[in-house]
């Protein structure tokens, strides 16, 4: 079984940073294409941001040159480094992973329960 986790969220002054972790867990064979993204009060969940397996990257327009993500492919683990925010980045952020899994041996999508980032101005 394979599971992922978002933690890091919190409360944080705008032009502050904060950096979440996406971890993933269970019988993994591969994690491929990681995307993060946000669904913020009263909003539809966007897109905010990709790393596929070679670390390749995109970000959505409202937060490149703020935002990176990476990936430690030794401990299963994505990361959103959120410097700057403002409070117009206030949302739950999810992860979303295409992962081999070991043991059913299929590709399936995954999605993390979410983080709530907060952003005071």
């Known amino acids: 079984q394979v599971q992922l986790e978002e933690s890091g969220g919190g409360l944080v002054q705008a032009g502050g940073s904060l950096n979440l972790s996406c971890a993933a867990s269970g019988s993994i064979s591969s994690i491929y294409t990681v995307r993060w993204y946000r669904q913020g009060p009263g909003k539809q969940r966007e897109l905010v941001a990709v790393?596929?397996?070679?670390?390749?990257?995109n970000y959505a327009g409202s937060v490149k040159g703020r935002f990176t993500t990476s990936r430690d492919n030794g401990k299963n683990t994505v990361y959103l480094q959120m410097n700057s925010p403002q409070p117009e980045d206030t949302a739950v952020y999810f992860c979303y992973a295409d992962i081999l899994d070991r043991v059913r041996e299929r590709q399936s999508g995954y999605w993390g329960q979410g983080t709530q980032v907060t952003v005071s101005s």
């Open positions: 790393i596929t397996t070679d670390g390749s990257t």
